[in-house]
């Protein structure tokens, strides 16, 4: 199986910036991307950022210019710089891994908190 250990969030002012860290772990041989969601109270979850295993990348419109997804092969860890960050933004995000042939995996969420 594959295991996602998170790391980042906290609580910052509107304009600040935070990153985020997602370590995968266990059989990461099935990895095909990984990324970020997020979900606000009383909202669904959202695709913020995604990266595939041959890099292509993927944003919500709402982060383009402000969040880049990056990862390190070697280290099976996919990093979130989020600059400029927005009350709007404020969530639990939650890292995910898409996997070949079994259901995607999830971290356990970590709350990014942005003041006004």
């Known amino acids: 199986q594959v295991q996602l250990v998170e790391s980042g969030g906290g609580l910052v002012q509107a304009g600040g910036s935070l990153r985020l860290s997602c370590a995968a772990s266990g059989s990461t041989i099935r990895i095909n991307a990984m990324g970020w969601y997020r979900q606000a109270p009383g909202k669904q979850r959202e695709l913020v950022a995604q990266?595939?295993?041959?890099?292509?990348?993927n944003y919500a419109d709402s982060v383009k210019d402000r969040f880049t997804i990056s990862r390190d092969s070697v280290a099976n860890t996919v990093y979130l710089p989020m600059n400029s960050l927005k009350p709007e933004d404020t969530a639990v995000y939650y890292c995910?891994?898409?996997?070949?042939?079994?259901?995607?995996?999830w971290g356990q969420g970590t709350q990014v908190s942005v003041s006004s």
């Open positions: 995910n891994a898409v996997l070949r042939f079994f259901p995607d995996r």
């Open positions: 990266i595939t295993s041959d890099g292509s990348t």
